[in-house]
């Protein structure tokens, strides 16, 4: 009996663990359109960044499981003249098999300032914002982070000033 309990805790634990890290995820081709890493500029303009080398990875699951990396030629000085920064910017923990993204590394570089992070698109979907970070050697990263709106509206408290109208529930959100 014990043998069996410890077989069939064994076997759901792998189990949860390969639906957590592997079910879900699929490669992002480097010509999809999830592969177009956008940043916002200050007149609120979204534009597509010039990028080379894109890894991603996505699961319809959940919009916040996109994650990738890539390399951008363009230097942090014209991206800071021409992009919306990101202010607590914090990566998302990628699938340890993902090697590329390092949310620990990058939130480092984000504290010290070896990396800036910017404002991909707000709002894609709703209550969740995509965000890019790039360091000074021209990586970059980009993940989606739930913003003010999306914590309060998937709260069911009332939104902060200044957030669009949240969209309506259907049965089928509940």
Sequence with gaps: ????????TAVFGAALWWFQTRA????????APAA?????GFSG???PLLIEDFEGIDAESSPLRFRA????????????ESFEPYEDAAPLVAPGWFDCFDAAEIG?????????????????PYGIDQIVAVTGDGRGYAWP??????????AGDPLPP????APERTETDA
């Design 145 to 154: 982070q739930i913003n003010a709106c999306g914590e309060a509206a998937f």
């Design 69 to 80: 990396c890539f390399t951008t030629p363009i230097s942090l000085a014209t991206l800071t």
């Design 1 to 8: 009996m014990a043998s069996l309990i410890v077989l069939s």
């Design 45 to 47: 303009v979204v534009e």
């Design 36 to 40: 177009e890493i956008r940043l916002t």
């Design 24 to 31: 879900y995820y699929e490669p992002v081709l480097a010509d």
């Design 162 to 165: 200044g957030c669009p109208p």
């Design 108 to 124: 480092a570089a984000l504290e010290d300032g070896s990396a800036l992070a910017f404002l991909g698109e707000a709002n894609t």
